[in-house]
């Protein structure tokens, strides 16, 4: 009797490659049930996977790690509010600028897109070029992450 071998998930082969050894949470031979909940972490907690693989390009030109900041994290907590409320996510940001709110629900489209499969994101601003700035952080960020996570 042949035996089937099961095909690897390049996305998660990735995360275990990429997750900090010294969190102890990856061992040298990892069974599918620690692959599933490694996906899982990062689902439950996007941030952990955008400041561990997004980046984005500063003022200066300069492609840095994104850290969210306050305001990012205020946002993203307000997000998690509605979600465990079993509410839709409806926030409406008005006039705020330099705070990065297009970066972290740009980062947050992206890593929603990333970790669950078939699902489509949509952009949308005022403004043509708008949006087209908007989308070009996320092919920033797909650039940006590992060969192996492509």
Partial sequence: MASRTKEKD???EAL???WPKSQNVISPLIDPVVDRDLVKR???????FIEKFLYIKTKAGM??????????????SE????????KPVRVIITKCRQLGMSTIT?????????????TNV?????????AE??????LLYHDQLPPWMK
């Fill in 42 to 48: 990062f689902q439950a907690d996007p941030i952990l």
């Fill in 133 to 138: 700035k908007i989308f070009d952080m996320s």
């Fill in 106 to 118: 740009e980062a947050l489209a992206f890593t929603w897109a990333r970790l669950h499969r078939n």
């Fill in 10 to 12: 390049p996305l998660l």
């Fill in 63 to 76: 492609i840095e790690r994104l850290t969210p900041n306050f305001a990012q994290r205020y946002l993203y």
């Fill in 122 to 130: 949509l952009v949308v601003a005022h403004e043509r070029e708008a």
């Fill in 16 to 18: 275990k490659d990429a």
């Fill in 79 to 86: 997000i998690q509010k509605c979600r465990a409320a079993g």
